[in-house]
């Protein structure tokens, strides 16, 4: 246990002090790191990847836990494919890569999102069309309320776009491990957005060689500056696509992004807002940067606080509420600042 500066241990490399850090690297540790900090009262923050927080400069008056927990079980069947459990604390990225490495399939458009498997059922990360929650059979977590481990079917996780039981009930539920069931084959599922049906050459809906989707997400996401150790400090996405009743979308200008969702609702693209609003690449405030890159990703530029972040990001959402009547909704996680 002790204090540290949490700018050390999060993309954007913003956020003052702990009271208190902890590593832990095994699922006993972290339950009972849990426990200890719950029966003492002490604010708690569970920290993995921090690719997706935003801590302010006076940092967490409590207790961090930093989800470091390794390992996966792995069966594989050689005619339906492969069911996977994997720890929180793996790297997300690493372990796409070595589901292909096994060809396996499904997990490829998700390829270069920063951060670790624990984050990927609370958030259900997505990208290109296709979310997590696909492909997770079951997710074990650690009920703090209740102080007993539970064991989620994927049914049972409320997952929707860009969340999940995990988020809505936030502070009640640790992540210990995910189940995903993977198919077997080097045909990856249908490409679904445009951008990376051009990067690859193909038409809607065809499948194409799984490494080959992999390397073209990889090549796109590190076109946006979405990928971690590129030399600029971000959190990925700040902002998420809104989804938008069909009388909402209705009043979008002609250009505007529309993708229709099952229920009948309408998503729009949060970049093609902003940047329709007179937000631009490149715009400053103090430390504050949206990226050269792609309006989507606001970045320190090497001195930024987290207040620098926050009034960035409050001026880019104002610009897209007073333009389109749309309050843009964060993708990031706040501790201790709120817009």
Known sequence: MSTADLSKFTSLQVGGPATD????????????????????????????GGSNVLVSDAGFSGTVIRVE??????????????????????????????????????LESLSGIPGTVGGAPIQNI??????????????????????????????????????????????????????????????????????LANA?????????EVSKVRDAVLALRGAKGMLINMGINSAGSFFINPILTPTEAAKLPEGAPRWVQENGNVKTSAAWLMENAGVHKGDRLAGAQISPKHVLALSNTGNATASD??????????????????????????VGVSL
């Open 21 to 48: 850090l902890i590593h832990v690297s095994t699922e006993a540790e972290l339950i009972e790191a849990v426990r200890s900090a719950d029966k003492s009262q002490t604010p708690l923050l569970i920290l993995g």
């Open 69 to 106: 927990t390794l390992g996966n079980s792995y069966e594989f069947d050689a005619c339906s494919g492969g069911t996977l459990t994997v720890s929180a604390g793996e790297d997300w990225d690493r372990f796409v890569a070595f589901t292909i490495e096994k060809g396996l399939a499904n």
């Open 126 to 195: 997505g990208a290109y069309g296709h979310e997590v929650s696909e492909v997770i059979a079951r997710v074990r977590a650690f009920d703090r309320k209740n102080d007993e481990v539970k064991t989620f079917a994927a049914s049972d996780c409320d997952f929707e776009y860009r969340s999940s039981k995990f988020k809505k009930e936030a502070g009640r539920w640790v992540i210990l491990d995910a189940t995903f069931q993977l198919r077997k084959g080097e045909a990856s599922l249908p490409i679904q957005y445009s951008e």
């Open 200 to 208: 690859l050459g193909v038409e809607i809906g065809a499948r194409v």
């Open 309 to 334: 972040l926050i009034a960035l990001a409050r001026d880019a959402r104002e610009k897209v509420r007073v333009k389109f009547g749309i309050t843009l909704e964060p993708e990031v996680q706040f």
